[in-house]
């Protein structure tokens, strides 16, 4: 095998910028797509250069052309689709969080274990030279010591029957947004002494249970603070990492690469600098990371031990605001 045979669940807007422009990019093939209407489906298809429209997404994760299911349906289905694909022998790329909460996300932990399938969470921002860069300022010692975190993911508001604003269907600013500043703060653990905690969390209800804004504290074992800031109600887009060290600060002004901003201030005592670190998409590098383990049996760089973690860093800033977990 030398090309990826992508199937899409769904017909959702995160999956031209996701898995469609990234296959095209990369040479894989899309060759199904399902959706719970099939006119869309194949409006999706027609649009996106899908090979053929599947009338369910059972029929898809059965369908012996596809090599890989991307997920990227509303969260509660995440976990039970992952499963089903699971059972089916196929690799997935899936779209976070990795399930509702950490029990779900163990259970599809130890299915993949037991099928030694290959499941990835799509935590794109990591694959990104942005992100690389960041790490290695602290790596190296340019901005010394770790001392504070602040991540900033703040969107306007999704229309009123957006699945992010139903507690059935696992919504709430912290599953479409915190889950990504949570694993930003995990990720720095080996800079820190270990793990961060969650040690406060303030939301604000969209309706009962749904949070629309989520504001969560962190701290590290060293010592070091971290914020994770996430509103689904705001006038703009803002997506941003700052890093603060004893030396100094780095600042990536969109380390999502959500807008195309690829800038990374570094500020020292020696003065102040800018960084352009590139602008290819950080979904293709995901996809690419992916297709090179598929391949190449290079290693995933974050697991399914990973993707449980994170839910339980999600469920306990839930707790912490006095919400219930998903």
């Given at each position: ?60 994760i059965a ?55 290959p ?27 770790l ?53 406060a ?26 914020s ?17 060290g ?26 102040t ?53 998903r």
């Amino acid at each position: 095998m030398t090309e990826l045979r992508i199937g899409v669940l769904g017909a959702s807007r995160i999956a031209e910028l996701a898995i469609v422009e990234p296959a095209r990019a990369l040479g894989h093939r899309l060759v199904a797509v399902a959706a719970r209407d099939r006119g869309r489906a194949a409006t999706f298809a027609q649009t996106h250069g899908v090979e053929r429209v599947v009338d369910s997404y059972a029929e898809l994760i059965a369908d012996p052309e596809v090599d890989v299911v991307y997920n990227p349906l509303a969260n509660a289905f995440h976990a039970e689709w992952n499963l089903k694909a699971i059972e089916a022998g196929k690799a997935v790329l899936t779209e976070k969080p990795f399930a509702r909460n950490a029990a779900e996300a163990d259970t599809v932990r130890r299915a993949a274990r037991e099928r030694g399938a290959p499941i990835m969470e799509g935590f794109h921002y990591l694959f990104h030279p942005i992100i690389g860069r960041m790490f290695d300022l602290l790596g190296d010692g340019t901005l010394g010591e770790l001392q504070r975190v602040e991540v900033i993911m703040r969107m306007p508001e999704p229309k009123p029957d957006d699945p992010r604003w139903s507690l059935e269907l696992a919504g709430g600013a912290v599953m479409d947004l915190g889950c990504y500043g949570l694993h930003v703060h995990r990720q720095l653990s080996r800079f820190a002494d270990g793990a961060p905690s969650v040690v406060a969390a303030r939301a604000v209800e969209r309706t009962t249970g749904v949070d629309e804004s989520m504001d969560i504290d962190l701290v590290f074992r060293n010592g070091a603070t971290g914020s994770s800031i996430n509103s689904m109600n705001w006038d703009r887009f803002e997506m941003t990492l700052r890093l603060v060290g004893d030396r100094g600060q780095a600042l990536a002004h969109d380390y999502m690469l959500q807008y195309g901003d690829d800038r990374i201030t570094v500020s020292t005592d020696a003065g102040t600098t800018t960084l352009h670190v590139g602008t290819r998409s950080t979904y293709t590098y995901q996809l690419e990371v992916f297709a090179d383990h598929l391949l190449c049996g290079t290693p995933f760089p974050i697991d399914t031990d990973d993707a449980v973690t994170n839910m339980r860093f999600v469920d306990a800033a839930y707790i912490a605001a006095g919400l219930p977990p998903r």
